[in-house]
């Protein structure tokens, strides 16, 4: 899913290319900032002209004016346009944590669910529809078929949300809010939770949407859509827009999404790059939604397949990358000759019969100055339309299909650079895409003949498809920010999903496609992050007083393996692995944490006692205190960060609580690293359990001399058994 930010990336890029004269004169060197101030004590009043009043203290009486938001319920902060200057003063003020510039972040079913191993019929607890979903995202679709409230009591007593505008809730979507500060909208926006875009649509349907039978593309994948949580409600915060999500919007919506009362909170969107943790808003967000018993799970984002390209970098976030299976799409081209060559993508079109073929190199625009070196590639305006009228094009490159279809081909085939290609997509015109190979064939075929000819069929479903890997699109890790928390934490399906979508809503994003369906197949981590969201809700569903890690750990440690031949960066990639909904309900063991131990972290992290005080609102813990109780955090994945021909010598303590059999005996495997020298140990071994919610921890060291590691990255794993659970962390060793 592209949401366009050129155009406001470039204004910004203009203003801070202005000569600061120019600036002085108007308040263009003003620019949006977030000033954080951590947990909240006071009431919503006081908190409020406490802001007013700080503000005041360094912009004057033009402080109201620059005011945008106040936050003042779970945490407290405000965002305002501010100067340098005056961003500095702020900074040093008591009691401010952080002070960052907004950003403008980026956005990042039916078959995937079966593909999980999740069938229609699985168990339910009769309180699903006590569940409440928060989808920070573009709003959504009320009248899809996937949000009706046929069957829906009231919403549950505990809800303590709001409908605006002229947005009309039902017992399904029980509350629709819109957060956009800068009151800046453009004309085709919809100013209210209404989703005019799509994705909001999509990743809420794919978390909660209703059964709905017979969902389709235009004929394609023809099955049942629903989401993870079908009898959930939904509460919809709409913070993204064509320009993106900004910063202080993100934060207004984790505060009023916190004060509703929503049990999980789902965000296909972040940054594109990890930030420090005190100016990422998501980390902010997720970790006062924490503190009140709240999971945030948030996409990994779309930047891969570099290492550290993942912007969701906290250890109380579920960081969700997109995994897929060989294609389970394949659009046929077949040749004059005979031949069929199987390509990919969404095409729901039937030719009526066999078209000329040609190749775009060979018909470039020539009065217009281009030539086949160019054309070969469908350069916007490089074909010639009287060559290229009614025939099917070969291009070398993917294009958006447009250049090809205002020539008037009937059809083109595109070529993608690697050995699989994941953003398959629709077209206004019949397209398969093949591999490099492929195209050459095809190239050879128009070579040999006079009257090459071929025809693009309708996608067909590929039954053989194999095991899940990581989409190359996928963000990965290292985390950046944090480097003892391995991120991404594993990966849903996110390739090709069918959801909800609104029939306003265009399904490609060239100018004049009218075709409105209310089904839509797109890719992206946003994709895969509302699948986790389902489950994590449905997890909540029987285990109500699980807290967030409990939750997370569930998820992790039944993740099905991934395979480190197809992805090579391994966990960096995949994480825990892939999402296992059934395993999930019964993890047998559970790595618990809670504030304390976050906090703990944050510490060793080199966070002040001071931050950490505003952070939390306890005004007389310090650090050391902290960090006497709790060491190491008690996360279900374990990483090493080390240099090449350094001695390894590293111990983890971890705890383990009982939700499984009451009396169980789990005995520890370790799978070691292919890597000789390297060596892992579990003390204690084995551990025997009396009673349910009975903790017991363990020792791990890693020890090692790495003589040559050629491999960045060397993966083990710790699982604990007990003959009906396997508790699996995986445990990673690299060179950064
Ligand atoms: C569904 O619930 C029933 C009754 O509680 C139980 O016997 C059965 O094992 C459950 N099935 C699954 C797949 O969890
Ligand atoms: C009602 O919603 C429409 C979009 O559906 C919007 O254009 C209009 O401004 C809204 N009216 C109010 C009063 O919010
Ligand atoms: C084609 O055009 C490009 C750019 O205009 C030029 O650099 C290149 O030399 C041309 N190639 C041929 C074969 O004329
Ligand atoms: C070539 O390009 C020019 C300029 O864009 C356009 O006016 C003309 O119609 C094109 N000619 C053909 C045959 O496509
Ligand atoms: C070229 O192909 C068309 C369509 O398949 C066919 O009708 C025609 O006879 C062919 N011409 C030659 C010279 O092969
Ligand atoms: C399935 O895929 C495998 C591996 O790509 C291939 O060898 C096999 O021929 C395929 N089977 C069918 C029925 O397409
Ligand atoms: C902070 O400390 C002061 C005294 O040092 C105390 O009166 C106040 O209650 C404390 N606030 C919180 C939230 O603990
Ligand atoms: C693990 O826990 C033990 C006992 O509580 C403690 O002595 C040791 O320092 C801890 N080790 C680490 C690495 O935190």
Redesign the pocket.
């Known amino acids: 899913m592209a949401i366009q930010h050129s155009l406001i990336f470039n204004i910004c890029f203009l203003l801070l290319l202005l000569p600061k004269s120019i600036q002085a004169e108007s308040d263009s060197n003003r620019k949006v900032y977030v000033v954080y101030m951590g947990h909240n004590a006071r009431d919503d009043a006081s908190t409020s002209s406490f802001h007013l009043r700080m503000l005041q203290e360094v912009v004057g009486r033009d402080a109201k004016k620059h005011m945008l938001q106040r936050y003042s319920k779970s945490f407290h902060g405000f965002s305002a346009r501010l100067t340098e200057e005056e961003v500095k003063k702020l900074s040093g003020m008591e009691g401010v944590v952080s002070v960052f510039p907004s950003k403008s972040n980026k956005l990042a079913t039916a078959s995937s669910w079966d593909f999980l191993g999740f069938p229609l019929t699985v168990n339910r607890s009769t309180t699903e529809s006590d569940i409440i979903i928060g989808v920070f995202d573009t709003g959504i679709w009320p009248e899809s078929a996937s949000f009706t409230d046929l069957g829906y009591g009231p919403p549950p007593a505990k809800w303590k949300g709001i409908c605006e505008a002229n947005f009309t809730c039902n017992n399904k979507i029980i509350g629709a809010r819109y957060f956009k500060a800068d009151g800046i909208y453009d004309p085709k926006e919809l100013k209210s939770p209404r989703d005019s875009d799509g994705h909001g649509t999509h990743t809420a349907s794919t978390a909660a949407g209703n059964v709905v039978r017979n969902a389709n593309l235009l004929g394609l994948q023809s099955g049942i859509a629903r989401g993870g949580v079908p009898r959930a409600r939904i509460a919809v915060y709409k913070v993204c827009w064509i320009e993106g999500c900004r910063s202080e919007d993100v934060l207004s919506a984790f505060e009023a999404a916190i004060a509703d009362g929503v049990d999980i909170i789902t965000v296909s969107a972040g940054l594109t790059s990890a930030e420090e943790l005190f100016n990422d808003v998501y980390a902010i967000g997720s970790f006062h939604a924490m503190q009140k018993g709240i999971l945030t799970v948030q996409s990994a984002m779309n930047e891969g397949p570099m290492p550290q390209t993942t912007g969701s970098i906290a250890p109380w976030i579920l960081s969700v990358g997109a995994s897929t299976k060989n294609p389970d799409l394949i659009t046929p081209v077949r040749l004059?000759n005979g031949i069929v060559v199987n390509g990919v993508s969404i095409n729901p079109f039937t030719l009526d019969r066999?078209y000329p073929l040609i190749y775009a190199g060979d018909v470039p625009n020539i009065t217009a100055g281009f030539n086949g070196s160019i054309s070969r590639f469908c350069v916007p305006n490089s074909l010639d339309k009287n060559l290229v009228k009614g025939k099917i094009i070969l291009c070398d490159a993917i294009s958006t299909g447009e250049p090809e279809m205002l020539a008037g081909a009937v059809g083109s085939i595109m070529t993608y650079p690697g050995p699989y290609f994941e953003l398959v997509r629709s077209y206004t015109l019949p397209v398969s895409a093949v591999n490099s190979e492929q195209a050459i064939r095809i190239a050879r075929y128009i070579q040999s003949t006079?009257?090459a000819?071929a025809i693009i069929m309708k996608s067909e479903d590929d039954n053989n498809a194999t095991r899940p890997y990581v989409a190359s699109f996928s963000s990965r890790g290292p985390n950046p920010t944090i480097t003892s928390i391995l991120k991404p934490d594993l990966t849903a399906p996110g390739v090709r999903i069918l959801a909800a979508w609104p029939p306003v809503a265009p399904i490609t994003e060239v100018e004049g496609d009218r075709r409105a369906v209310p089904f839509n197949m797109i890719s992206g981590t946003s994709m895969a992050c509302p699948h986790v969201s389902g489950i994590a809700a449905y997890i909540k569903t029987f285990n109500p007083t699980w807290s967030p890690a409990a939750i997370k750990s569930a998820l992790m440690t039944t993740a099905s393996t991934m395979s480190a031949r197809i992805n090579t960066d391994a966990e960096f990639a995949y994480g825990a692995g892939n999402l296992n909904p059934i395993k999930a309900m019964k993890p047998g063991l559970i790595y618990d944490a809670d504030e304390v131990d976050y906090v703990s972290l944050l510490c060793q992290e080199g966070y002040s006692s001071q931050h950490i005080r505003s952070l939390t609102g306890d005004n007389s813990s310090s650090c050391s205190q902290i960090m006497e109780q709790t060491k190491d955090l008690n996360y279900p994945s374990f990483v090493i960060p080390t240099l090449r021909k350094k001695v390894i010598d590293s111990s983890f303590n971890r705890t383990v609580t009982n939700v499984g059999s009451a009396t169980s005996t789990y005995r520890a495997f370790i799978t070691q690293p292919l890597v000789s020298g390297l060596r892992i140990q579990v003390e204690p071994n084995v551990l025997r359990f009396q009673h349910i919610g009975q903790k017991l921890s363990f020792k791990v060291s890693v020890q090692a001399t790495i003589q040559n590691l050629d491999n960045p990255i060397v993966s083990g794993a710790l699982t604990w058994d007990d003959g009906l659970h396997q508790v699996r962390s995986p445990i990673v060793v690299h060179v950064p």
Do not use: E, H, Q
Request: aromatic content about 0%; proline content about 0%; charged content about 20%.
């Open positions: 004059g066999m006079r009257n000819t």
